[in-house]
């Protein structure tokens, strides 16, 4: 009888904290801002002085609608925030602004792809709006230092259902709600910045010989990195294998309730958190402060509308409509504004192969070497889709099209107004081409030769002599009428 | 001197803007009498002599440059110690907050200034608004200027203090259970609490968030209304107070109404009733009468009052009362751990529980305390629902009998308190009976409905007694319309206590 | 629905509430409290089947700011009644752990 054949199955559950990208603060006007010295986007409101009062932002209630439309929840009609008791000192008034029980998504869901191809479904509990706390620094060995620029930040927290089986799907389902936020252009969802937290819940349901044995609940406080989350996730779930296999009757769940457990990054392990005097009565109750929010339907249609094509969605229509790649399309759809460029491009009727190459060659590139979007360059669809249609055309060859984007970064204007300028023209004039090759080809009896003779070293031949005419052309002759003609007349002889 | 501290609002502001006396004057008038008289009365907890005499000046020079000044230009105003203004410090006469300085002015002392008033100091108060007599006061109790030894209400007692003993011309007070109007009608003023919504509460240092309103309390109702005119109004800042227009409170102030329906609560009127406070109310009905108002009988079931075996009385209101306020209350004053702002304890802790409950046992005296226990208690997980929950209900239930008596009547008439003023000392150890001193006035909070109370006579002891008129939501025009008839009528209006030289009646 | 007040439930509350309490003082408050709290009871009285909470005391909803940002205080404004600041920051004694 061995235990080694019981069938383990982790239950795993997720809870994410996203900081929502608004100009201020959820209850104030301070600005929401990271990186600002200590305790400069502060105000009596967020220090929860005496006699101040929360007003609730517009802006986060609308992005929470439109993650929640997004992970296709219900928004009720009604909503309201709550006050839940605890006493920290990054959390000045000693109660968070909450929602417990009417929260403003709830019974939604996100399909997160695999690796495999696959596509896991997990579902999403709800998601509420919260303020965040400020932070504690713990540098000095005796006090700590608080900072309340963070505190009441929005905070959009997703509760997902306890879907996921193994740290694959966990990171799949996180790196798909990280991806739909910056689609959504709500949050930028930058783990270095602490935008995304983590709260995984793990046990196990084990069946061994008919019975079935359920471990602890164990919930992993404050993950802020994938890997974290992985490690946590992945020796989480060993661990409790390991203590069932030790005491399988001992070790199983006794009593409603989770209990936490925080993640060393250094010694790669969970470790158990000290137990919380009196485990939280959070003692929620209805804010006085803040008025109901009623939701109807033509504020949900306006939210709704806002939530456009989403990712997953609009990379299978890329490949299928542009004919493109699977890695293209994948790097079009990374945010909406990009693949925006795209589609405008095509409606305007340039070619979308062309109109691709461009995006994820030249501005890609720049964008890059910028650190911010494609769409944030400054380059317009009118311009983008111009410049293909000339490729397509021949007008222009690519080495010109390189130099047109530069340009068009560096001091803007439509293509053909800088092909003009630039003296960049394709040469149509299939006669100086001709003569071009003459040139060429007087000029280098040797490599012509080799040409001609189907030498061995014809074709770096060829290649040398279709160099020296785009030269002599100054890169003006269309590179494929220039091949045409060489052939020609290396043939004609 | 005399004469400046004998005059209304109104007067006060004309003549300052006539310039037949400076705004200066004024403020030294009050000043002077404040020296001479707030230490037998502790009615103030800080007095700001000089930026009141800035403030003063400034009125001064702009008249005399020809420049517009606003509606109370050059008169002197208290403001009660949980009202946050950016001279001197708000302590809600806490220790918890002694020396706090507020780096804004709440939005009503705002509007105060803007309308040219002159704001004279902070005035003393039950510690954190919770009390009914001032008695909680970290600086000692205020007292009633009609008897030194009797309390002036509270918790808006050095509010009421200071205006009946001629140290203001007029003062803000807060009222969450009755604390504007209790003290008014312990020291013979009118005081109101306004519908809940109608004035900012910005910079009100909270205690019950559902049932607080900032309150202007005045010594007659013609400048009750003016006040109301420049603090009521639209804040941003406070997203339970709400946008709709102020009217002019004085406008037709002085027109009595033709058919008057004044509804008599049955519930309120008991045999539980003090006999000198019920002949006062009876009075009152025969002055409404003979200026033809109608005297209808109304009930308000939910805020009756029993009294027991032994005299002791109960009252739903008051059971609900403090379930809500305790409740809001326990949250309210979380924040005040020695971390941000406030006292710390000096002893050395360990941790920061210590740190927070070594000063929070420190920084708050014994009523606070006991109703933060109550308010956690009530919201702890297992007796929400019994307690808070079900307090929420009974307050639906008491609103809804509100708003059927409004049906039958415009404005309804009842006392303001079980008595006149009671000695120092006679309640603090018996904290119940303490709350029962808010049987009439409770109820009024819960409802959100407005409120005036106004001097109705003088006892034969020789003490002020108060009446109240309750009106509908949004209804302070029927409310101080029909006081200020009442007050033309029967002269009630402007008493002062015998050590000022008032009569009695 | 009152439950005993005993004074291991006064004690909790006090742990609760942040407030720290003598020997005596649980005591004291054991007996006002269960005063208090039997005088509150009378709401027991009441039928209150099907009837609505009333959490606010004003009929309005959708009260929401624009976010667009306002004036901030500087770090000194902020601290200015700090009971304790290192620099720049609010500070307090080790807190062990972190929210």
């Given at each position: 009888?061995?235990?080694e054949?019981?069938v383990?199955?982790?239950?795993i559950?997720?809870?994410i904290?996203?900081e929502?990208?608004?100009?201020t603060?959820?209850f104030c006007?301070?600005r929401?801002r990271?990186?600002?010295?200590?305790?400069t986007?502060?105000c009596?409101?967020?220090?929860?002085?005496?006699?101040v009062?929360?007003?609730m932002?517009?802006?986060?209630?609308?992005?929470?609608?439109?993650?929640?439309?997004?992970l296709?929840?219900?928004?009720?009609?009604?909503?309201?925030?709550?006050?839940?008791?605890?006493?920290?000192?990054?959390?000045p008034?000693?109660?968070?602004i909450?929602?417990?029980d009417l929260?403003?998504?709830?019974n939604?869901y996100l399909?997160?792809?695999?690796?495999?191809?696959?596509?896991?479904?997990v579902?999403v509990?709800?998601?509420?709006?919260?303020?965040?706390?400020?932070?504690n620094?713990?540098d000095?060995?005796t006090?700590?230092g608080?900072?309340l620029?963070?505190a009441?930040?929005?905070?959009?927290e997703?509760?997902?259902e306890p879907?996921?089986?193994?740290?694959?799907?966990v990171?799949a389902?996180?790196?798909?709600?990280?991806?739909?936020?910056?689609?959504?252009g709500?949050?930028?969802?930058?783990?270095?910045?602490?935008h995304?937290?983590?709260?995984?819940n793990?046990?196990?349901?084990?069946?061994?010989?008919g019975r079935e044995y359920?471990?602890?609940?164990?919930e992993?406080?404050?993950?802020?990195?994938?890997k974290a989350?992985?490690?946590?996730?992945?020796?989480?779930i060993r661990?409790?294998?390991?203590?069932?296999l030790?005491d399988p009757?001992?070790?199983a769940l006794?009593k409603?309730g989770?209990q936490?457990?925080?993640?060393d990054?250094?010694?790669?392990?969970?470790?158990?958190?000290?137990?919380?005097?009196e485990a939280h009565?959070?003692?929620y109750f209805?804010?006085?402060?803040?008025?109901?929010?009623?939701?109807?339907?033509?504020?949900?249609?306006r939210v709704?509308?806002s939530v456009?094509?989403?990712?997953i969605?609009?990379r299978t229509?890329?490949?299928?409509?542009y004919?493109i790649?699977?890695?293209?399309?994948?790097a079009?759809?990374?945010?909406?504004?990009?693949?925006?460029l795209l589609?405008e491009?095509v409606?305007l009727?340039?070619?979308?192969?062309?109109v691709v190459?461009?995006?994820?060659g030249?501005?890609?590139?720049?964008?890059?070497?910028k650190?911010?979007g494609?769409?944030?360059?400054?380059?317009?669809?009118?311009q983008?889709a111009?410049l293909?249609?000339?490729?397509d055309?021949?007008?222009?060859?690519?080495?010109?099209?390189?130099?047109?984007?530069?340009?068009?970064?560096?001091?803007?204007?439509?293509?053909?107004?800088i092909?003009?300028?630039l003296?960049l023209l394709?040469?149509?004039?299939?006669s100086?081409v001709?003569?071009?090759?003459?040139?060429?080809?007087?000029a280098?009896?040797g490599?012509a030769?080799?040409?001609r003779?189907g030498?061995?070293?014809a074709?770096?031949?060829?290649?040398?002599l279709?160099?020296q005419?785009?030269?002599?052309?100054g890169?003006k002759?269309?590179p494929?009428t220039?091949?045409?003609?060489?052939?020609q007349?290396?043939?004609a002889? | 001197?005399?004469e400046?501290?004998?005059?209304?609002?109104?007067?006060?502001?004309?003549?300052?803007i006539?310039?037949?006396?400076?705004?200066?004057?004024?403020a030294?008038?009050?000043l002077?009498?404040?020296?001479a008289?707030?230490?037998?009365?502790n009615a103030?907890n800080?007095?700001?002599?000089?930026?009141a005499?800035?403030q003063?000046?400034?009125?001064?020079?702009?008249?005399?440059?020809?420049?517009?000044?606003?509606?109370?230009?050059?008169?002197?105003?208290?403001?009660?110690d949980n009202?946050?203004?950016?001279?001197?410090?708000?302590?809600?006469?806490?220790?918890?907050?002694?020396?706090?300085?507020s780096?804004?002015n709440?939005?009503s002392?705002?509007r105060l200034?803007?309308?040219?008033?002159?704001?004279?100091?902070?005035?003393?108060?039950d510690?954190f608004?919770?009390g009914?007599?001032?008695?909680?006061s970290?600086?000692?109790?205020?007292r009633?200027?009609?008897?030194?030894?009797?309390?002036?209400g509270g918790?808006?007692?050095?509010?009421?203090?200071?205006?009946?003993?001629?140290l203001?011309a007029?003062?803000?007070?807060?009222?969450t259970?009755?604390?504007?109007?209790?003290?008014?009608?312990?020291c013979?003023?009118v005081?109101?609490?306004?519908?809940?919504?109608?004035?900012s509460?910005f910079g009100?240092?909270t205690?019950g968030s559902s049932l607080d309103q900032?309150?202007p309390?005045?010594?007659?109702?013609?400048?009750?209304?003016?006040?109301?005119n420049?603090?009521?109004?639209?804040?941003?800042?406070?997203?339970?107070c709400?946008?709709?227009?102020v009217?002019?409170?004085?406008?037709?102030?002085?027109?009595?109404f033709?058919?008057?329906?004044?509804?008599?609560?049955?519930e309120?009127?008991?045999?539980?009733?003090?006999?000198?406070?019920r002949?006062?109310?009876g009075?009152a009905g025969?002055v409404?009468?003979?200026?033809?108002a109608?005297l209808?009988?109304?009930?308000?079931?939910?805020?009756?009052?029993d009294?027991?075996?032994?005299?002791?009385?109960?009252s739903?209101a008051v059971?609900?009362?403090?379930l809500?306020?305790?409740?809001?209350a326990?949250?309210?004053?979380?924040?005040y751990?020695?971390?941000?702002?406030g006292?710390?304890?000096?002893?050395?802790?360990g941790?920061?529980?210590?740190?927070?409950?070594?000063?929070?046992?420190?920084?708050f005296?014994?009523e606070v305390?006991?109703?933060?226990l109550?308010?956690?208690?009530?919201?702890?997980?297992?007796?929400?629902?019994?307690?808070y929950?079900?307090?929420?209900k009974v307050r639906?239930l008491?609103?809804?009998?509100?708003?059927r008596?409004?049906?039958?009547?415009?404005?309804?008439?009842?006392?303001?308190?079980?008595?006149?003023?009671?000695?120092l000392?006679?309640?603090?150890?018996?904290?119940?009976a303490?709350?029962?001193?808010?049987?009439?006035?409770?109820?009024?909070n819960l409802?959100?409905?407005s409120?005036v109370s106004?001097p109705?006579?003088?006892?034969?002891?020789?003490?002020?007694?108060?009446?109240?008129?309750?009106?509908?939501?949004?209804?302070?025009?029927?409310?101080?319309?029909?006081a200020?008839?009442?007050?033309?009528a029967s002269g009630?209006c402007?008493?002062r206590?015998p050590?000022?030289?008032?009569k009695?009646? | 629905?009152s439950?005993k007040?005993t004074?291991?439930?006064v004690?909790?509350?006090?742990r609760?509430?942040?407030?720290?309490?003598?020997?005596?003082q649980v005591?004291?408050l054991?007996?006002q409290?269960?005063?208090?709290?039997?005088y509150v009871d009378k709401?027991?009285?009441l039928?209150?089947w099907?009837v609505?909470?009333m959490?606010?005391?004003v009929?309005?909803?959708?009260?929401?700011?624009e976010?667009?940002?306002?004036?901030s205080?500087s770090?000194?404004?902020?601290?200015?009644?700090?009971p304790?600041?290192d620099?720049?920051?609010?500070?307090v004694p080790?807190?062990?752990?972190?929210s």
């Amino acid at each position: 009888m061995s235990m080694e054949d019981a069938v383990v199955v982790p239950i795993i559950g997720l809870e994410i904290h996203v900081e929502l990208a608004t100009e201020t603060k959820m209850f104030c006007r301070c600005r929401n801002r990271f990186g600002d010295p200590a305790n400069t986007n502060v105000c009596p409101v967020c220090i929860g002085m005496p006699g101040v009062l929360p007003v609730m932002n517009a802006k986060a209630v609308d992005y929470s609608m439109k993650v929640g439309l997004a992970l296709n929840c219900e928004i009720p009609s009604y909503t309201k925030w709550d006050r839940k008791s605890y006493y920290y000192p990054d959390l000045p008034k000693n109660y968070q602004i909450s929602q417990y029980d009417l929260p403003l998504c709830q019974n939604g869901y996100l399909e997160a792809p695999l690796p495999d191809g696959s596509v896991k479904r997990v579902g999403v509990l709800r998601a509420h709006l919260e303020e965040d706390a400020g932070k504690n620094i713990h540098d000095n060995p005796t006090h700590t230092g608080v900072d309340l620029n963070r505190a009441g930040v929005p905070l959009l927290e997703i509760v997902s259902e306890p879907d996921m089986n193994n740290a694959q799907e966990v990171l799949a389902f996180s790196r798909a709600m990280q991806r739909l936020v910056r689609w959504l252009g709500v949050s930028e969802a930058n783990m270095q910045m602490g935008h995304m937290r983590f709260e995984p819940n793990i046990n196990l349901h084990i069946t061994h010989e008919g019975r079935e044995y359920k471990t602890p609940i164990i919930e992993v406080k404050n993950l802020n990195s994938f890997k974290a989350l992985e490690g946590a996730v992945t020796y989480e779930i060993r661990r409790q294998h390991s203590r069932w296999l030790e005491d399988p009757e001992g070790f199983a769940l006794k009593k409603k309730g989770k209990q936490n457990r925080g993640w060393d990054d250094q010694r790669n392990v969970t470790v158990f958190q000290r137990e919380k005097e009196e485990a939280h009565d959070y003692r929620y109750f209805p804010d006085p402060d803040l008025p109901a929010v009623v939701v109807d339907d033509e504020w949900r249609n306006r939210v709704a509308q806002s939530v456009t094509e989403l990712p997953i969605a609009r990379r299978t229509r890329f490949i299928k409509d542009y004919s493109i790649g699977f890695g293209e399309a994948d790097a079009l759809t990374q945010d909406s504004p990009t693949g925006d460029l795209l589609d405008e491009a095509v409606s305007l009727g340039a070619p979308p192969r062309r109109v691709v190459n461009l995006l994820l060659g030249k501005v890609s590139a720049r964008a890059n070497e910028k650190g911010c979007g494609m769409s944030e360059l400054g380059i317009s669809s009118r311009q983008l889709a111009q410049l293909a249609s000339m490729l397509d055309e021949s007008k222009i060859n690519a080495t010109a099209a390189d130099r047109i984007v530069d340009h068009m970064f560096d001091n803007g204007g439509m293509p053909e107004q800088i092909a003009e300028r630039l003296n960049l023209l394709a040469v149509t004039d299939v006669s100086a081409v001709e003569e071009w090759v003459d040139q060429a080809i007087a000029a280098n009896p040797g490599p012509a030769q080799q040409v001609r003779s189907g030498d061995k070293k014809a074709k770096q031949a060829f290649g040398f002599l279709v160099g020296q005419v785009m030269r002599a052309s100054g890169g003006k002759a269309p590179p494929a009428t220039v091949k045409e003609v060489l052939e020609q007349k290396l043939t004609a002889d | 001197m005399n004469e400046i501290i004998n005059m209304s609002v109104l007067e006060l502001r004309d003549a300052v803007i006539k310039r037949d006396m400076t705004a200066t004057d004024a403020a030294r008038a009050y000043l002077d009498a404040i020296d001479a008289r707030n230490t037998s009365l502790n009615a103030y907890n800080e007095v700001f002599t000089e930026d009141a005499l800035a403030q003063a000046g400034e009125i001064d020079n702009r008249l005399k440059a020809g420049e517009k000044v606003g509606p109370l230009a050059g008169v002197p105003v208290a403001v009660k110690d949980n009202i946050c203004t950016v001279w001197g410090t708000t302590s809600c006469s806490s220790k918890m907050l002694e020396g706090f300085r507020s780096p804004y002015n709440a939005t009503s002392v705002s509007r105060l200034r803007e309308a040219g008033a002159v704001i004279l100091g902070k005035t003393n108060m039950d510690e954190f608004a919770m009390g009914s007599s001032t008695e909680t006061s970290f600086t000692g109790p205020a007292r009633n200027p009609w008897d030194v030894e009797r309390v002036p209400g509270g918790s808006s007692g050095g509010s009421a203090a200071a205006l009946s003993g001629g140290l203001c011309a007029a003062a803000l007070g807060s009222d969450t259970g009755g604390s504007v109007r209790q003290p008014a009608a312990f020291c013979g003023i009118v005081g109101m609490k306004p519908t809940y919504g109608r004035v900012s509460r910005f910079g009100l240092v909270t205690y019950g968030s559902s049932l607080d309103q900032i309150g202007p309390m005045t010594r007659d109702v013609r400048d009750c209304a003016l006040l109301m005119n420049v603090i009521a109004g639209h804040d941003s800042r406070d997203a339970t107070c709400v946008d709709s227009p102020v009217p002019d409170y004085l406008d037709a102030i002085d027109q009595p109404f033709d058919k008057l329906r004044i509804g008599l609560p049955r519930e309120f009127f008991t045999e539980a009733l003090n006999p000198e406070i019920r002949q006062a109310m009876g009075k009152a009905g025969e002055v409404y009468k003979s200026l033809g108002a109608e005297l209808v009988d109304v009930s308000l079931p939910h805020s009756r009052i029993d009294t027991d075996e032994n005299g002791a009385l109960s009252s739903y209101a008051v059971a609900c009362y403090y379930l809500i306020a305790t409740a809001e209350a326990s949250s309210n004053l979380a924040r005040y751990d020695g971390v941000h702002f406030g006292h710390r304890t000096t002893r050395d802790c360990g941790d920061i529980v210590e740190l927070y409950s070594a000063s929070r046992a420190e920084g708050f005296g014994d009523e606070v305390k006991r109703r933060i226990l109550l308010g956690t208690y009530a919201l702890s997980s297992g007796y929400y629902d019994a307690y808070y929950l079900k307090a929420l209900k009974v307050r639906r239930l008491i609103k809804n009998d509100f708003d059927r008596a409004f049906d039958n009547c415009d404005v309804l008439l009842c006392p303001t308190t079980p008595s006149t003023a009671f000695g120092l000392g006679e309640k603090v150890d018996d904290p119940l009976a303490m709350y029962l001193a808010d049987i009439y006035t409770t109820s009024v909070n819960l409802a959100g409905v407005s409120a005036v109370s106004i001097p109705a006579g003088v006892s034969k002891t020789g003490l002020p007694i108060g009446m109240q008129l309750i009106g509908p939501v949004f209804g302070e025009q029927v409310v101080l319309r029909s006081a200020r008839m009442f007050e033309l009528a029967s002269g009630t209006c402007r008493l002062r206590p015998p050590a000022l030289g008032g009569k009695q009646q | 629905m009152s439950g005993k007040i005993t004074p291991e439930l006064v004690s909790h509350i006090g742990r609760l509430g942040r407030i720290e309490l003598s020997d005596q003082q649980v005591v004291t408050l054991q007996r006002q409290l269960s005063d208090i709290l039997m005088y509150v009871d009378k709401l027991k009285q009441l039928d209150t089947w099907n009837v609505e909470p009333m959490v606010y005391a004003v009929d309005i909803q959708n009260v929401l700011a624009e976010d667009i940002p306002g004036a901030s205080l500087s770090a000194d404004e902020a601290l200015a009644n700090a009971p304790q600041r290192d620099g720049d920051f609010f500070m307090v004694p080790k807190v062990l752990g972190d929210s």
